[in-house]
């Protein structure tokens, strides 16, 4: 599939289950970005990763655990998450550089019980 | 400190009105804009951006530098523009393509 897949599409999890997101990319781009969205917040961004490097966490609390294997697959670790965690979880991926446009996948649903 | 704000979350029109729907960003620097749209059901896509001056699906945004501005216009809404439109700014020389996003507005046309 052409580019940008996240799997799974929904995630339900308890307070204490360990699970990860899977986001997949075959556009030849360097960067590949983790974003939050929630109901009423605008789109927050939560992770860079640059030649799989990361170059930015955004503030973002441990029980997120990022991972970069390389260039075309980016993981987010999830553990001990809260209710509040619930949102849709978007990846996305640019040629960096400043390049601008942004391609994304259709996220995850994460509902945290 | 919220670089990019949509002061509507929705906005209703008929079909054939016009449209417009309100981004203004605030950065001290030479910034790039980008509307963003995501259709029910589908992923968050790129509709237009500044530098390119360009209309696609009708729509247009013109950069307004004194105002700090970039207002997404359609002369004639039609029913399938329904959707949720972002207003993302860049910092330029910013190497890593770091979208800032508003809130949104949704978008809804009556027919």
């Known amino acids: 599939e052409t580019g940008v897949t996240q799997t799974p599409r929904h995630l339900v999890m308890g307070m204490t289950n360990k699970k990860s997101l899977k986001c997949e990319q075959h556009l030849g781009h360097n960067a590949m970005y983790w974003y939050k969205q929630s109901a009423k917040k605008p789109l927050e961004l939560m992770f860079v990763?640059?030649?799989?490097?990361?170059?930015e966490n955004n503030s973002v609390p441990s029980r997120f655990s990022p991972e970069c294997p390389n260039s075309s697959h980016l993981f987010l670790h999830l553990h001990t998450l809260q209710p509040e965690d619930s949102a849709l979880y978007l990846c996305?991926?640019?040629?960096?550089?400043?390049?601008?446009?942004?391609?994304f996948g259709q996220g995850t649903r994460l509902t945290v019980v | 400190a919220q670089r990019v704000t949509q002061p509507e979350k929705l906005l209703s029109v008929f079909k054939g009105a016009p449209v417009e729907l309100k981004c203004n960003y605030s950065y001290s620097g030479s910034p790039e804009l980008f509307w963003y749209v995501q259709y029910s059901r589908q992923r968050l896509q790129l509709l237009l951006r500044?530098?390119s001056r360009e209309s696609i699906k009708g729509f247009t945004a013109d950069l307004n530098k004194g105002e700090t501005s970039f207002h997404l216009k359609k002369p004639f809404a039609q029913e399938e523009d329904s959707a949720m439109y972002y207003c993302?700014?860049?910092?330029?020389?910013?190497?890593?393509?770091?979208?800032?996003f508003g809130r949104g507005t949704q978008l809804t046309v009556w027919p």
């Open positions: 990763y640059n030649f799989k490097e990361q170059t």
């Open positions: 500044h530098i």
């Open positions: 996305a991926s640019s040629h960096g550089q400043g390049a601008g446009e942004a391609f």
């Open positions: 993302a700014l860049i910092e330029r020389g910013s190497t890593l393509g770091r979208l800032y």
